[in-house]
């Protein structure tokens, strides 16, 4: 039974995970400055990943896990907000994190330090960087029905023009940026208490930019930090078939985002970043 506060819980989805979610959960257990509970959400893996979870299980020395099983792939925001809905109940900090990440605490306390030092900023996120060492566009202007034709246009120059208008020109040390890809979050669970779950209108994506998009609309910043910094491997399921089931319900998670927040061609005047085509 949990009797005490945690500092920060982080909210992880596996689905067929075997491959990351090992060095995921033991890159959090290092983390000592704060008291740590990770809710993992498996949505019905098939490989071994269960098996491996009850492994870590035994071996972690400092972080609660709790491992939450779904007999099937329940999506993001179904199984997200299982995950949330208990965190919010014992934790300061919430980090919603993908699987295939890899944290440090430097970061993590980075992301924290912004969170307590601002209340204006809702969202921050991390430098998101590949094993290759390159660095992910994670933190992109809010899409729009104009910008994602841009970019599926058979013309190279204009998808060009959509990947340009995507980016946000990074100068500071943090950025406002539309949305944060949910790779990695931070956010008190003061905001969840205020603005909700997970929208669960939306399978798999773009419940990031949904959340995001609220977090706006309620007065909230959402931020990118350059200064701290984790390895994603980023695994891009939507791309790896065109005609995928995860592809389909990215389509219609966006017209569902089109229509409720009338986005089609710009972004609602109540997010205010500045965007610059670089």
């Known amino acids: 039974m949990e009797t005490g506060q945690f500092d920060i819980s982080f909210i992880i989805l596996t689905w067929n995970s075997e491959k990351y979610i090992e060095k995921c959960l033991q890159s959090i257990d290092t983390i000592r400055n704060f ?9 019905g893996s098939k490989d071994s990943t269960i098996s491996v979870l009850e492994q870590i299980k ?6 609660a896990l709790e491992i939450i099983l779904l007999s099937s792939n329940k999506g993001t925001t179904v199984s997200r907000n299982l995950g949330l809905k208990k965190a919010c109940e014992n934790s300061k900090y919430i980090c919603v994190l993908d699987s295939d990440t ?3 605490e430097q970061a993590i306390t980075q992301l924290i330090e912004i969170l307590s030092a601002d209340p204006t900023i809702g969202i921050v996120g991390p430098v998101l960087q590949g094993l290759d060492g390159r660095i992910q566009n994670s933190g992109r202007a809010i899409p729009t029905l104009s910008l994602k034709l ?7 120059n204009l998808r060009e023009m959509g990947a340009r208008r995507e980016q946000i020109h990074k100068t500071k040390d943090i950025t406002d940026v539309g949305y944060l890809m949910s790779a990695c979050w931070m956010m008190p669970s003061s905001l969840i208490k205020k603005i909700g779950f997970l929208d669960e209108n939306i399978f798999y ?4 930019v949904e959340y995001c998009m609220r977090a706006w609309k309620s007065g909230y910043r ?10 994603h491997v980023w695994q891009r399921l939507s791309r790896k078939k065109l005609l995928s089931k995860h592809n389909w319900e990215h389509i219609k998670g966006l017209i569902y985002l089109f229509h409720r927040y009338h986005c089609y061609f710009n972004k609602p005047d109540y997010i205010h970043y500045k965007n610059k085509e670089i």
């Open 58 to 63: 035994a071996k972690m020395t400092h972080a």
């Open 222 to 231: 959402v931020c990118y930090a350059e200064n701290a910094s984790i390895i």
């Open 205 to 208: 994506a773009p419940e990031d």
């Open 102 to 104: 890899i944290v440090n």
């Open 150 to 156: 841009l970019k599926v246009l058979p013309f190279k």
């Open 35 to 43: 008291s740590t509970k990770i809710y993992v959400i498996d949505n």
